[in-house]
């Protein structure tokens, strides 16, 4: 049998941090190769974020730990530690799955006290990941959240979003409803190196494309922008035209963060592939997580005339650029995730 052996018993490489999270089992199957499932009883569903994070939500679900979409640049690599995995190669295979969260969710919003503000959901990992295919969480989170009358965004790299387009479409008629795909590289080469385990971004213009078929608005994250790679003039008008093309209503763009673990993950995938850039990034990187001012004034104000060249708003409340002045959100994120 295809499932024979697969229980908490078996030696899968489970670290004890699991352990505490109410860790049923861990499964790998063929359909994942080199994907571990690890899957939990959540004790919580709803995340709430400290007022210090300067965020414009509060509230925050998460379904997943870990992504196979395995971006270079995850700056929730660093939540995986609190498991005792590693940010690496573990937050790329070593997936942790709530599956009862709708169950909790539901449990969660039910209460007096629940004042309908606005969830976020792919804050922290993409909710659309290659295991949503498999474990269908996002069905039962957006019906607790709709049932009870709260509005929610979505942010996701993830194409599997367009299975649930006809569900998002018919509870925007009783909440609101945000959706944003992320796509900050057209270039199929780099996006190949960089975003391996992502679609591709044309299959994400053909999402962005869906979603207005579906008679959704869709913003779309232009980040994060990679310095030397795919900053420059060509590229961005490229993306926004394409991004503009497939009626995307509306685009922020904003430059690499390189926060705790991240950082070190990436640049060692920099001097792999890119050696000759490696000085510069630690250049531009050598005071902290985050880009120069001057260097991230110089974006904007590239970037601002194609956004407005392309018919695109330039912003949204819901994602703006965190302050530098504030602690950063995959800092924020990581208490009381389960």
């Not at 199957?29 to 499932?37: K, L």
């Not at 659309?128 to 474990?135: F, S």
């Not at 990034?281 to 970037?303: I, M, S, T, V």
Request: charged share 25%.
């Amino acid at each position: 049998m295809r499932w024979a052996g697969q229980s908490i018993d078996v030696d899968d490489g489970a670290l004890p941090g699991l352990q505490r999270l109410g860790l049923i089992r861990s499964v790998r199957t063929p359909q994942f190769e080199g994907i571990t499932f690890h899957e939990v009883l959540c004790k919580s569903a709803l995340n709430k974020i400290p007022a210090a994070s300067m965020l414009p939500f509060r509230f925050t679900v998460n379904g997943y730990r870990g992504c196979s979409h395995a971006c270079r640049y995850c700056f929730a690599r660093p939540t995986h530690e609190y498991l005792d995995f590693d940010s690496g190669r573990d937050f790329d295979t070593q997936l942790v799955v709530k599956t009862n969260v709708a169950e909790v969710l539901r449990r969660e919003l039910r209460r007096p006290s629940w004042t309908r503000e606005t969830v976020a959901l792919g804050t922290n990992t993409d909710p659309y990941q290659r295991a949503e295919g498999r474990y269908a969480l996002m069905p039962g989170i957006i019906g607790a959240l709709a049932d009870f009358g709260t509005p929610f965004s979505i942010l996701t790299k993830g194409t599997l979003l367009r299975r649930d387009l006809p569900l998002l479409t018919e509870v925007s008629r009783r909440v609101d409803v945000s959706v944003a795909i992320s796509l900050a590289v057209g270039d199929a080469e780099i996006h190949s190196r960089v975003e391996p385990g992502t679609p591709s971004p044309q299959a994400r213009l053909g999402l962005i494309a869906a979603i207005r078929d579906a008679g959704l608005r869709c913003h779309v994250m232009v980040a994060p922008v990679l310095p030397h790679l795919t900053d420059s003039d060509d590229h961005l008008d490229d993306l926004l035209r394409r991004i503009s093309e497939a009626g995307a209503t509306s685009v922020t763009v904003f430059g690499l963060h390189l926060r705790g673990s991240t950082r070190g993950w990436f640049m060692d995938w920099l001097a792999r592939t890119h050696p000759e850039l490696v000085g510069q990034y630690r250049q531009l990187y050598r005071k902290g997580a985050y880009l120069p001012a001057e260097y991230r004034a110089d974006l904007q104000r590239r970037a601002a005339p194609l956004v407005a060249k392309y018919g695109l708003a330039p912003d949204r409340r819901s994602f703006r650029e965190a302050p530098t002045t504030a602690p950063p959100a995959a800092d924020v994120l990581q208490p009381a995730l389960f």
